[in-house]
């Protein structure tokens, strides 16, 4: 499980440089302004949905049968492959049939703010419409990762985001020199990198020996059950994505909020998905297997081991954040377009949604143990429980503080949702934390504090080499700042003994 997870990690790292490069790209080119908000919806719109059917439901009620099926025989696991591929690619079509015929009204929901500003507004839907499509080939590539996750094979996935930051670049860069607007030519780029992440995916499911026949028989037994898990996970999944694009709604009322959390999401998206969705990635296949063998103590164990290293990895980032969310921003995101005001409000924030930074990263340890012994509607529960506070939150706090309100009131229900999650799953008696956990975060708070000292004090020391003219010489700051405080953290680990208690 380590060594899957190191290569989830490593491929999602490379995935996230890519994707960070790629939002430097859009942000030198709209900075925070109308048209900056209007390409992030467009953007966000299909990958909602791939959020939803293709990592979300698809995947979690997939791989627990697909895997069943491989205990039989490879032929029925890709006989069922088959059966699933049909009836989604039939559904997709239809559903993105729907979407661009009610895509005006659709808008009036996901940024109701824009219908203040016709032109953005108008933009905002013709955008929409062009990147839709690209649901139907992540969901289809989302498929062939679930198959290629189950055997072990998790880098081809993980790798597929890459693919995507490329073609937004260059693409577009391409599309420019033709005298196509921006707006359009990252639209259009995003839906050629779809066709591609699909034939990518295709080339390693060939290669795996695990292509497959289509096939439709709806009235197949483990079709059948796949679809009725799926129906709850949906509306889980849905619930959790419809959480963003609620508080996407609310920032509509804020000019420039919808891009503002986008950049500081890139940013602290950065170890969510190394940590949180490697550990969600390995942990479905892995913890079904155990639950399908009844071995509670093993998997106990798992998870046990799992969230201490999820924390010791979260924790200390969401310190390193917090105190140098505007030096990061400063560095990462302000030229072009991108100014100093816009480095304020993305740094605070950032700062905001790192204090939810360890809640989302043991969210996603936790939740696979109610999906691995296919309990689907617990975290439907949980997550409509947590999708009303985070709204409430998000409505309270955005009237004194803005978009940092909003932040805010995410990372709190964020926590709030991990509380329901260790409830539910201690309460089913599945899952338990161990009595040593506690003394663990008791060293691993220490270890945070002695590293956010240091970096309190290289700030308030050699805070103008951050901002030098010169960037190789706040680069060179932060990058000291950084490894100074790794190195600081270290060493108050190792002499506590945290080693010894993972």
């Keep these: 499980m380590i060594c899957s997870g190191l290569t989830v990690a490593f491929f999602t790292l490379i995935s996230r440089i890519f994707g960070l490069a790629r939002e430097l790209f859009v942000a030198s080119l709209f900075g925070a302004g109308s048209v900056a908000d209007s390409v992030n919806v467009a953007f966000k719109l299909p990958n909602l949905f791939r959020r939803i059917f293709g990592e ?14 491989l205990l039989e025989s490879d032929q029925k696991a890709r006989q069922f492959s088959g059966e699933v591929f049909t009836i ?73 985001p890459v693919i995507l930051s490329l073609c937004v670049i260059f693409i577009t860069k391409i599309l420019e020199r033709h005298n196509i607007e921006p707006s359009l030519s990252i639209s259009i780029s995003v839906l050629i990198a779809g066709l591609l992440q699909v034939l990518f995916m295709f080339y390693y499911i060939v290669k795996a020996k695990m292509a497959f026949p289509l096939s439709f028989n709806p009235a197949g037994k483990e079709l059948r059950k796949f679809l009725g898990n799926m129906g709850p996970i949906t509306i889980s999944s849905g619930a959790q994505q419809l959480h963003l694009f609620i508080s996407q709604s609310i920032a509509s009322f804020v000019p420039g909020a919808v891009s503002i959390l986008s950049y500081a999401d890139r940013i602290y998206q950065f170890p969510l998905s190394i940590i949180g969705i490697s550990f969600g990635t390995i942990l479905l296949p892995e913890l079904s297997k155990i639950y399908k063998q009844n ?11 799992a969230i201490k290293i999820g924390l010791l990895l979260s924790l200390p980032a969401a310190f390193g954040i917090i105190i140098l969310s505007h030096p990061i921003i400063h560095i990462i995101y302000e030229r072009g377009a991108f100014t100093p005001e816009d480095t304020i409000k993305v740094a605070e924030a950032i700062s905001a949604f790192a204090l939810g930074l360890p809640a989302f990263v043991l969210a996603k340890i936790l939740t696979p143990i109610f999906y691995a012994n296919q309990d689907t509607k617990t975290p439907l529960r949980i997550t409509i429980y947590s999708l009303i506070v985070n709204s409430i939150l998000n409505l309270t706090l955005m009237i004194p503080f803005s978009h940092l309100g909003i932040a805010l009131g995410s990372s709190i229900a964020a926590w709030y949702n991990v509380y329901l999650l260790y409830k539910y799953a201690n309460k089913s008696g599945k899952f338990f934390i161990l009595p040593e956990i506690k003394f663990f975060c008791l060293k691993l708070l220490i270890s945070c504090v002695s590293m956010a ?24 700051t932060l990058s000291i700042s950084i490894l100074g405080g790794i190195i600081v953290f270290f060493l108050t680990s190792l002499f506590l003994g945290l080693k010894r208690m993972i």
């Design 88 to 160: 989604l690619l039939f559904s997709l079509i239809i559903i993105v049939g729907l979407m661009q015929v009610f895509m005006p009204s659709l808008m009036f929901i996901i940024a109701p703010g824009f219908q203040e500003d016709k032109a953005k507004f108008d933009l905002t839907i013709l955008l929409c419409r062009i990147t839709m499509p690209y649901l139907i080939f992540i969901s289809i590539a989302s498929l062939f990762g679930g198959i290629l996750n189950s055997i072990k094979r998790f880098a081809a996935f993980a790798f597929t």
């Design 453 to 476: 000292m240091l970096l309190l004090v290289i700030d308030n020391y050699y805070h103008l080499y951050f901002y030098s003219e010169s960037l190789m010489t706040k680069t060179l």
């Design 295 to 305: 071995d509670l103590k093993q998997a106990i164990n798992i998870q046990n081991k």
């Design 56 to 69: 979300g439901a698809l995947s979690t009620a997939f791989i627990p049968i697909f895997n069943e099926k």
